[in-house]
């Protein structure tokens, strides 16, 4: 049903990581980095897309209990920043740009919806030069849930008009939360057997295909 609908959506919400950008590498450096002030053995990068989830309080509660959540933040921007200065990049991932241009050219409305750092999301969008396509952006959330309705009142969005892009079975979550459509990307932290449990709207291999829907 999306596909037939595509035309009809004036508003997209954009998760970041993974559904924008690539800074799988820089995360699980940050994330390792954690892992390591407890003792822990690091995460593989197949180890940690099977094993990380959004919201990510969950998935430190199971691997570091007992350890407050802000103590766990601050020595994963320790790590983040470690990851950056040695030469770990978040370049944009293919084909966002175009995308973003597309929905631009065509008066879409981009938001986005982030768990990402908010000092580091802003930093890297202004870096990357996309910041100014979106209208506003919402980075630094816990759970998204938490967020959709406050973004869908405070804009005025018709959920019917309304679609949220992201890589993670939490962004398709959120999305079904807010009662807006949802588009799963295959270019980021999770598989499309992981995603596919969520049952999003639907999967896209990239923003390639979702433009090439757009166009049809």
């Known amino acids: 049903m999306i596909r037939e609908n595509f ?30 002030q407890y003792g822990l053995s ?31 933040e601050d020595h994963f921007r320790v790590g983040f920043a470690a990851s950056e200065a040695s030469g770990v990049t978040t370049p944009l991932l293919p084909h966002a740009v175009d995308f973003l241009q597309h929905l631009s050219a065509h008066n879409k409305r981009m938001f986005i919806l982030s768990s990402m750092d908010a000092s580091s999301f802003h930093r890297h969008s202004q870096e990357l030069n996309v910041d100014h396509y979106f209208e506003a952006a919402y980075a630094g959330v816990l759970d998204k849930r938490d967020q959709i309705h406050h973004i869908m009142d405070t804009h005025q969005l018709d959920p019917s008009h309304t679609v949220f892009l992201g ?14 459509a949802s588009i799963a990307l295959l270019t980021g932290y999770q598989s499309a057997m992981q995603l596919e449990k969520s049952s999003p709207d639907l999967i896209a291999r990239d923003l390639f295909e979702v433009k090439n829907l757009l166009k049809s």
Do not use: C
């Open 7 to 36: 035309h009809r959506y004036e508003n997209w919400i954009f998760d970041w990581s993974g559904t924008l950008v690539d800074d799988l590498s820089m995360v699980l450096d940050a994330t390792n980095h954690v892992m390591e």
């Open 42 to 72: 690091k995460l593989s990068r197949s180890e940690f897309r099977s094993q990380f989830r959004l919201p990510y309080a969950g998935f430190y509660k199971e691997v570091i209990p007992n350890v407050p959540l802000d103590e766990l």
């Open 167 to 180: 890589d993670m079975q939490h962004d398709i979550e959120t999305a079904r939360h807010g009662g807006v």
